[in-house]
């Protein structure tokens, strides 16, 4: 009886430090990101005394933000149909890899080699938009939403979920990996795959 081969992951690099900033414990995201968006919250309520309603209203739009980023990002960049080869390389490298391996538990959070700039270029984005004071809340409650996102994310592909409304995020995720439909690009949420008519069972 031959002995079961060691698990390997797919390999995205040649250079070694490049390949191991690909790859992250699942640990990693709450101890990076969980303390900012303490502290962002924080600022909001103790330095910028911003009332408790006000405060509340600011983070829920922060995590609904979270939500629709995340299906943009699945969407349109992670499932962008790029036609050179720098473009499937670099779709490949954020999300190919992880529907060739959707099992690689170090890769099924995001590394804060991808992660830290992203999320720096989101926070000057909803500057823009959102001002101080209330800008840092907001990011707090989106970075929330988003840690929300990568333990759902892990845990659809690595735990049973017996929970009615975690084992239906699970189904609904792994549908989105194994039925050929396509679509179904909410982890955390099905919201906006209903808004925008992407839940193939939705017709």
């Not at 960049?77 to 499937?88: E, R």
């Not at 989106?142 to 409304?165: A, E, W």
């Not at 975690?166 to 909410?186: D, I, N, Q």
């Amino acid at each position: 009886m031959e002995s079961e081969k060691p698990y390997q992951s797919i390999r995205l690099f040649d250079n070694e430090l490049l390949e191991r900033l690909s790859h992250v414990h699942p640990i990693v995201p709450l101890l990076l990101w969980a303390p900012l968006a303490c502290w962002l919250i924080w600022r909001g309520f103790y330095v910028y005394e911003l009332s408790l309603v006000p405060l509340m209203a600011v983070g829920l739009a922060g995590l609904l933000a979270w939500t629709l980023s995340e299906y943009m990002l699945h969407r349109f960049v992670f499932h962008f149909k790029a036609s050179g080869k720098a473009g499937k390389w670099f779709v490949y490298l954020f999300h190919g890899n992880h529907h060739d391996d959707p099992k690689d538990k170090s890769r099924l959070v995001m590394p804060p080699a991808g992660a830290i700039p992203i999320m720096a270029l989101l926070y000057l984005l909803f500057g823009l938009v959102v001002p101080q004071p209330w800008l840092q809340p907001f990011c707090g409650t989106f970075i929330i939403g988003y840690l929300i996102y990568d333990y759902i994310h892990y845990s659809t592909h690595h735990f049973p979920m017996k929970n009615p409304v975690a084992r239906f995020l699970k189904h609904y995720h792994l549908k989105h990996h194994h039925s050929g439909e396509g679509g179904r690009y909410g982890v955390s949420s099905p919201l906006w795959d209903r808004v925008f008519r992407t839940d193939p069972s939705r017709g």
